[in-house]
């Protein structure tokens, strides 16, 4: 199996910008597609964006053109690149990949202040 752990999250003004890392346990170069999520307080989570191996990506409404996510093979790492972030970007965010069952990170923290 592998573990994942994001890191990266913090506190950032609006209009500001985080990157964040998903760091996996092992190579990921066998992993089909990767998913970040975020949750609000009160809200069910909801999917962010998904990248796939052969490097498709797709965003939800919300972030598209302000998120970038990508992948460095050689870290067993991807990216969630978070620019022009606004109030309503607050949650936690989490990595996800499905290897037989859902494996998912501790998730990291981002606020954004108005």
């Known amino acids: 199996q592998v573990q994942l752990v994001e890191s990266g999250g913090g506190l950032v003004q609006a209009g500001g910008s985080l990157r964040l890392s998903c760091a996996a346990s092992r190579s990921i170069f066998s992993i089909n597609t990767m998913a970040w999520y975020r949750q609000a307080p009160g809200k069910q989570r909801e999917l962010v964006a998904t990248?796939?191996?052969?490097?498709?990506?797709n965003y939800a409404d919300s972030v598209k053109g302000r998120f970038t996510v990508s992948r460095d093979n050689a870290k067993n790492t991807w990216y969630l690149q978070m620019n022009s972030l606004k109030t309503e970007d607050t949650a936690v965010y989490y990595c996800?990949?499905?290897?037989?069952?859902?494996?998912w990170g501790q998730g990291t923290q981002v606020t954004v202040s108005s």
């Open positions: 996800n990949v499905y290897i037989s069952s859902n494996i």
């Open positions: 990248f796939t191996s052969g490097g498709i990506t």
